[in-house]
């Protein structure tokens, strides 16, 4: 169903990106009803506008806390345009109906990131605001409401295109939006009130799962940028900031990529820009909506090439100013600075059943380097193998990472057979056209039988790491033996469950 906007009312904090929405809103006849500083903008622009106190007979009162909590802009608003009743009472009291409503709210986060006075916090707790977003997304079926800049575009599109109408399936998406909004500052402002308390999460790993965070994340990280971080956000985060520590000491630059907690792209490399590269190309396809981390700061060549694809969630020690300015474009993107170089929890939980498990947590790369194969590593083959073998150790099990000149060009993990993920990985090198030959492999856990070893071996590999303690660990060595293959026993597991 198609509804013609008529009329207007427009308030909001920020005014870049509002003219063009304004000048078209004049071209189409609209009647734009403004408060405050809104007004004031557009009339600056030469945009006629009527004050919403000649509405409601009252001025901005209480220091502007005060505007437009008044019955004629929320009947207005609220008034049903199928409902004789509500039609009959907008004439009766003279409530004009309003068919858009662009409001965005207070910077309460903002405000937070820059001042901890309590007086200039609380009065970044908006009121009007929050109540008009949610009238006009509850009267969807009548009513246009625009909640957040970054809908602006969408909204000019629509009033050009329809020529100041919209479709009810537009209102509801747009209702959507905002309710999601209102939900997002509600979120922030009961975080703030409750400093300790369990932090309330949009939702759990689905939109049906309630979720919270018990924990200080200001000690780990700082929050430059983008919304708030999500369940699924914080599981990435950690497995991203767990696997960086474990490169805290290289010389070089790390940069890796988390999708699901898992590493589907990680390389070290003398510069960043090299090194997001490199791990890109380990596999550009699942790279997409991931988890981005680096062990150095960001610089702006680096931000240029990051901003290119679609990512969740960047963290690193520290950023340019100029890459902060490139990769701040995107107003959700979630900009993390890690204050932790090398972040190390000493204990694991996991609910389980009734109770909780509580373990140590699995930390350093091996326990011994003992040569086991028909030859020794070369210096190349051992770098890549407790290169490897770090990766193995952030993939789920079973796990096979495949390495060559520091870059990860092949993983399998997950899988119910070991065999299953060495063919995982195989296949993920062969998709990007990486040449196995000269590459490292690494397991998690032992092999059970050589299957493995003659697998990886003829598709190009003749260096292994594992940690050996299998009934039949002789089987793969005597096959390393008889082919001159090298192979390194490490007496620690990686298995992660």
């Known amino acids: ?221 700082n929050q430059l940028n983008g919304k708030e971080l999500s369940y699924n956000n914080l599981v990435d985060v950690d497995a991203a900031i767990q696997l960086i520590s474990d490169f805290s000491n290289y010389n070089e630059a790390v940069f890796a990529i988390i999708k699901h907690t898992n590493v589907c792209g990680v390389a070290a490399r003398a510069t960043v820009k090299e090194a997001w590269d490199a791990a890109l190309a380990g596999d550009p396809e699942s790279a997409f909506g991931g988890v981005l981390v680096c062990n150095n700061p960001i610089d702006a060549a680096t931000a240029e090439a990051i901003n290119e694809i679609f990512f969740e969630v960047l963290v690193a020690p520290s950023f340019d100013e100029a890459a902060l300015a490139v990769l701040k474009s995107k107003k959700n993107r979630i900009l993390l600075q890690l204050i932790q170089k090398d972040f190390q929890t000493a204990t694991m939980q996991k609910s389980i059943l009734n109770g909780t498990l509580i373990q140590d947590a699995d930390q350093g790369n091996f326990e011994k380097w003992e040569e086991v194969g028909g030859r020794s590593c070369t210096s190349i083959e051992k770098e890549n193998l407790v290169f490897a073998n770090i990766i193995c150790k952030h993939l789920k099990s079973n796990a096979i990472a495949l390495v060559k000149n520091l870059q990860l060009v092949g993983k399998g993990c997950g899988q119910t057979s070991r065999i299953d993920s060495l063919r995982q990985s195989i296949e993920k090198a062969k998709q990007f056209n990486f040449d196995l030959k000269g590459a490292v492999l690494a397991s998690d856990a032992f092999f059970p039988f050589n299957d493995c070893v003659q697998i990886a071996h003829a598709a190009g590999m003749e260096a292994f790491i594992q940690p050996g303690g299998s009934v039949r660990d002789k089987d793969s060595v005597e096959y390393c033996v008889n082919n001159q293959l090298a192979m390194v026993m490490t007496g620690t597991r990686h298995f992660k469950h």
């Open 1 to 221: 169903m198609q509804k013609k906007i008529n009329s207007a009312l427009i308030s909001v904090f920020y005014k870049d990106g509002l003219e063009p929405i304004a000048r078209q809103l004049q071209s189409l006849g609209i009647t734009i009803y403004s408060t405050g500083g809104t007004q004031t903008f557009l009339e600056n622009l030469g945009i006629n506008c009527v004050p919403v106190e000649s509405l409601t007979t009252y001025p901005s009162i209480l220091g502007g806390r005060v505007k437009t909590l008044h019955p004629v802009v929320f009947g207005g608003i609220l008034g049903r345009r199928y409902e004789a009743q509500d039609l009959q009472e907008m004439q009766e009291y003279k409530i004009p109906e309003i068919d858009l409503v662009i409001v965005d709210l207070y910077p309460f986060e903002e405000t937070l990131k820059s001042t901890n006075e309590e007086k200039l916090i609380i009065e970044k707790i908006d009121i009007g605001g929050p109540s008009m977003i949610r009238a006009a997304a509850k009267n969807f079926k009548d009513v246009t409401v625009i909640a957040a800049k970054d809908s602006y575009a969408e909204l000019e599109a629509l009033l050009i295109s329809q020529k100041g109408e919209t479709t009810i399936e537009q209102r509801k998406s747009f209702a959507a939006k905002a309710f999601e909004v209102v939900m997002h500052y509600d979120i922030a402002i009961s975080n703030y009130f409750n400093p300790g308390a369990e932090q309330v999460l949009r939702y759990g790993e689905n939109p049906h799962q309630k979720a919270s965070f018990k924990g200080d994340l200001s000690k780990i990280f």
